[in-house]
């Protein structure tokens, strides 16, 4: 990354760091839908198929993956609004490839959400009908990444957003056809922005809405050393935001560099135990608020492989589900994805 846009926004994957910690997988038998994964081939960090195999082939019972939108693939050339429909065509040939049964029982990719750009406003409907039909009847919805903060630390080169822009009456037109269109919206911002989603939820009681990563709680540049200052006005903006019906939350994200836990400068990677400790007080006040029915575990890989090992991550998340029931962790790892994505309708017509 160049210029003054701050540092990168990712953690380095070390594989030989992360080979230093191994655990035996809780649960094994215990289904899980994991509703957040990438795939990308990007300068020096490629994460394709193979790559996400690997991770899946260690010890958990992954049934099924939902591809989150990453800038993947996007077309070369055509009018700018239609490039990220590339990225729908992409996913849809990895989900044929899985759907084969050649690589193994985990359906990868049984729905996506990519991207569109909701300031087209209401001339968005025909970018969100070319994804409906590449996407194989896998497509679900689009992330329009909203993530914004005052603080250059914040700032990411590569998702762009200004400030208010859930606010902005032309994005408010395009959101609004996601609801119309049967869409759902993957919600990825910082958490002093959570009151804005909370207003937009309000004002589109039809939408179907996911927060990815627990709202973004923020942890470096102006943000560090004040964690439990912070929590307290994230709890706040969490417990408001699960009073809108349409909303449901995603659990993980946590391993990033902006949440300043700093998992990646121990000397070996962290263990479940220490995982689940750290994000305990986010994880439980998510489902207190929400209810398990509308939060779903999430391993948002290869992002959080700069922190921890996908075993080691979802080991941390059964740790935190231990004390609940049988329905609520089927919830958990499974169906309140399975319901939100509509896996069930998954097709490859």
């Excluded at 990519?114 to 968005?124: C, I």
């Excluded at 409906?132 to 993530?147: K, L, P, Q």
């Excluded at 919600?187 to 989603?197: C, F, G, K, S």
């Amino acid at each position: 990354m160049s210029g003054n846009t701050g540092p990168s926004p990712y953690l380095p994957v070390r594989e030989d760091w992360l080979a230093k910690r191994n655990e035996a997988v809780i649960e094994p038998d215990l289904p899980i839908v994991d509703p957040h994964h990438h795939l990308w081939d990007r300068p020096g960090w490629r994460y394709l198929l193979p790559d996400l195999l690997a991770d899946l082939a260690s010890g958990h019972k992954i049934t099924a993956t939902v591809f989150a939108q990453c800038r993947s693939f996007h077309r070369a050339t055509g009018p700018e609004a239609m490039k990220p429909v590339g990225e729908t065509e992409f996913v849809n040939g990895v989900a044929a490839m899985s759907a084969s049964g050649i690589y193994g029982p985990t359906r990868v990719c049984a729905a996506m959400f990519t991207h569109a750009n909701l300031t087209l406003g209401d001339k968005v409907e025909p970018v969100l009908e070319a994804h409906i039909r590449a996407g194989g009847g896998r497509f679900r919805g689009i992330r329009h990444i909203t993530a914004w903060d005052a603080d250059p630390e914040m700032h990411h080169p590569g998702n762009p957003a200004p400030p208010g822009l859930m606010r902005e009456p032309a994005f408010r037109e395009g959101f609004a056809r996601l609801a119309a269109m049967d869409l759902t919206f993957d919600a990825w911002l910082y958490h002093p922005q959570i009151p804005e989603l909370t207003e937009l939820a309000r004002a589109n009681p039809g939408a179907r809405i996911v927060l990815n990563h627990v709202g973004g709680p923020l942890g470096i540049g102006g943000f560090a050393g004040r964690r439990d200052e912070l929590f307290a006005v994230w709890r706040t903006s969490i417990r408001d935001l699960a009073t809108c019906p349409n909303v449901y939350v995603k659990l993980g994200g946590l391993g990033m560099r902006i949440n300043g836990f700093g998992f990646d400068a121990q000397a070996e990677p962290p263990s479940s135990e220490q995982l689940a400790a750290a994000w305990k007080p986010y994880i439980e006040t998510c489902i207190e608020a929400f209810g398990a029915a509308r939060c779903m575990f999430e391993s948002n890989f290869p992002v959080d492989k700069g922190s921890y090992s996908y075993a080691v991550g979802w080991n941390a998340f059964k740790r935190l589900a231990a004390g609940a029931s049988a329905a609520e962790k089927a919830d958990l790892f499974s169906g309140s994805a399975t319901r939100f994505y509509r896996l069930e309708q998954e097709t490859t017509a």
